[in-house]
């Protein structure tokens, strides 16, 4: 089994036009845009699994779409939750409460949880297989934890920007660090 961890943003709203404090699309109407939408400029998600190769090849491959507690996050993690079900990906969904637009210390609470779980996912997921992180989506400190634990638990991260044709795979650099600590 590939289990690739992905940190969700809102590209999948934005590429659409969405702006902050706009309504959110019906989830009908979103769920057909996504499915007749380009692969590589759809979502940085999506994006990223396309050049992963497991949208054409989702036999023994999952995601977990890992997603801030915020509406827009719920929203998106929710569409391509649906989009990677219809793609016949494993899917599921892994909230991470207080990673919102509050205040800095419930964001860091949130960023605390946000390594816990991805740790957790890592974890659990290497028993079935091989692990990656997809840290594209979602808030730039988000992202810096997800490519910090992948380092810290010799996880491979790829990451794509709109403009490259090709992943970016960030190698897990040689540190090591007390899991019982972590």
């Known amino acids: 089994m590939k289990t690739v961890i992905t940190t969700v943003g809102t590209s999948l709203l934005t590429n659409k036009g969405w702006r902050q404090g706009d309504p959110l699309f019906s989830k ?66 892994k909230p991470v409460s207080d990673l919102k637009y509050t205040d800095s210390a419930t964001f860091n609470r949130g960023l605390k949880r946000l390594a816990r779980i991805i740790a957790e996912t890592i974890n659990s997921a290497r028993e079935k297989g091989e692990v990656l992180i997809a840290a594209t989506g979602g808030f730039k400190a988000e992202i810096a934890v997800a490519n910090m634990m992948g380092t810290l638990l010799n996880t491979p991260v790829y990451y794509i920007y709109d403009r490259f044709e090709e992943l970016v795979k960030i190698d897990p650099i040689p540190v090591k660090l007390d899991r019982e600590w972590l």
């Open 28 to 93: 009908e109407e979103f769920n057909d845009y996504i499915k007749n939408a380009d692969r590589a400029k759809v979502s940085a998600e999506i994006n990223t699994w396309h050049r992963l190769g497991i949208l054409d090849r989702p036999e023994g491959a999952g995601v977990v779409l890992v997603h801030s507690h915020t509406d827009d996050g719920l929203y998106c993690a929710e569409r391509l939750y649906d989009f990677a079900v219809s793609q016949k990906l494993e899917a599921q969904l």
